[in-house]
């Protein structure tokens, strides 16, 4: 018999019905599963539950370089833990490998990159190769900005165990209750802390700013980009950014995990209120649009995730895309420079022109929400109106949403009486 080739994951004694999964595919478990054969090289993410709901999910990062020879991942189930652990007794680990050729064809599943590849088993065999490639390619543009470093200070893990839970949490998101919360319960249920890009949408201007400068950074956040990627990024590239918005939506997707979730939230908060920052960074920009995309192509590929673009879920998503809308529309009316800075990465916006790239990548995003989403971003549309009901009655109507722009609601101007003191002081 001749030796399997391909690179490996052994996922072994997991219990029947378990949930098992390795990036966009899951699965639930059968008698004799012990893994996933000819994994193609790059990053993956191997995670599993007890059940397939109503349990915490326990998941594993794991890069697997170009290499002349197969390599062999091993986890093992620990039902202590209910998750898939290392397999650490080196013993254990040489016979595994001698005895792949024995489990090969019967005990160990064939990677696909998601359901969709092996949902239609009348396809024909082209097709199916041709599906399973393209969706092995989304993958790939998926975790295109992912590193190691970037996995070594979210998860403080190490290589190929940078391991994150359904209820991993970053300090800004657990909800402390004074005199219950300590830190050894806290380190005991959730692990260890997820130490994200420390982004504050609440202070986006620079120490000393006041009056107009900070009402302007308020509202344009582009000084709060710069300075994030300035200080926080390694070598002040915004790809980790991307990588982190990259990790941030897939554990989203596969552990439903609400830190994660709220961290993707708030770095599409943080760029979709830039303008200024459009002309000085176009290629950080057509990365991010394009990005963005292809992850509302994906939100629905993994069952019982917390993506929701229904009216109340996607509202905020909405909202933040029509604002960028109409200020990217003043950035290209204004004719704002282009910014040739390119994030220190070397590669180009691949047409010369940045504002153009910019302008094409916005084109096919709005594209494809109007079309898959129904969400009309031009902004055109009536916000207060009567609207005649069946009886003839006739209801006055609001839009909800923008009070921002209509300077309602909280946005509404106050005045605001001071004392004689303070008037003479003013």
């Known amino acids: 018999m001749a030796a399997p080739r391909g690179h490996c994951i052994l996922m072994l004694d ?4 378990a949930l098992g999964g390795i990036d966009l595919l899951t699965f639930t478990t059968a008698a004799g599963f012990q893994g996933i054969k000819q994994v193609p090289a790059g990053w993956h993410f191997i995670f599993s539950s007890a059940t397939a709901s109503l349990s915490i999910r326990h998941g594993t990062w794991a890069r697997i370089d170009p290499a002349p020879s197969d390599v062999l991942l091993v986890k093992r189930w620990d039902a202590g833990h209910e998750a898939l652990c290392d397999e650490r007794d080196a013993a254990e680990l040489v016979r595994c490998r001698a005895r792949l050729a024995s489990i090969w064809h019967q005990h160990l599943t064939a990677y696909q990159p998601s359901l969709q590849a092996t949902g239609h088993t009348t ?3 082209a097709a199916t190769e041709s599906s399973t490639s393209m969706r092995q390619q989304d993958w790939s543009q998926l975790t295109e900005y992912m590193t190691p470093a970037l996995l070594d200070r979210v998860t403080q893990g190490r290589r190929n165990n940078w391991s994150l839970t359904s209820v991993s949490s970053a300090a800004q998101d657990l909800d402390v209750i004074p005199g219950v919360d300590d830190a050894h319960h806290r380190l005991a249920y959730y692990g260890r802390e997820l130490r994200f890009l420390p982004i504050d949408l609440k202070t986006t201007w620079r120490p000393g700013a006041v009056g107009r400068e900070r009402t302007n950074a308020a509202k344009d956040r582009s000084w709060a980009l710069q300075e994030l990627v300035r200080t926080q990024c390694g070598g002040g590239s915004a790809r980790e950014l991307l990588g982190e918005m990259q990790l941030t939506f897939l554990m989203t997707l596969t552990l439903a995990n609400y830190s994660c979730m709220e961290q993707w939230k708030r770095i599409l908060a943080l760029v979709l209120t830039c303008q200024r920052a459009v002309g000085v960074r176009p290629a950080f920009f057509v990365r991010f649009l394009r990005l963005l995309r292809l992850q509302l192509v994906h939100c629905d590929d993994v069952e019982g995730g917390l993506f929701d673009l229904g009216d109340q879920g996607g509202a905020m998503l909405k909202r933040l895309l029509m604002a960028f809308g109409s200020e990217l529309r003043l950035v290209f009316d204004r004719g704002d420079d282009d910014g040739d800075e390119d994030d220190g990465d070397g590669d180009g916006d691949g047409d010369g022109d940045g504002k153009t790239a910019v302008r094409t990548e916005w084109g096919r995003l709005e594209a494809y929400v109007r079309t898959e989403l129904g969400w009309d971003l031009d902004g055109h549309y009536v916000r207060r109106g009567k609207l005649v009901l069946e009886d003839g009655e006739e209801v ?20 605001v009486d001071l004392e004689n003191g303070e008037g003479s002081a003013a």
């Open 123 to 125: 396809t024909t065999a």
């Open 14 to 17: 997991l219990p029947p019905s």
């Open 396 to 415: 006055e109507m609001d839009v909800a949403g923008r009070e921002g722009e209509d300077e309602t609601g909280e946005y509404a101007p106050v005045i």
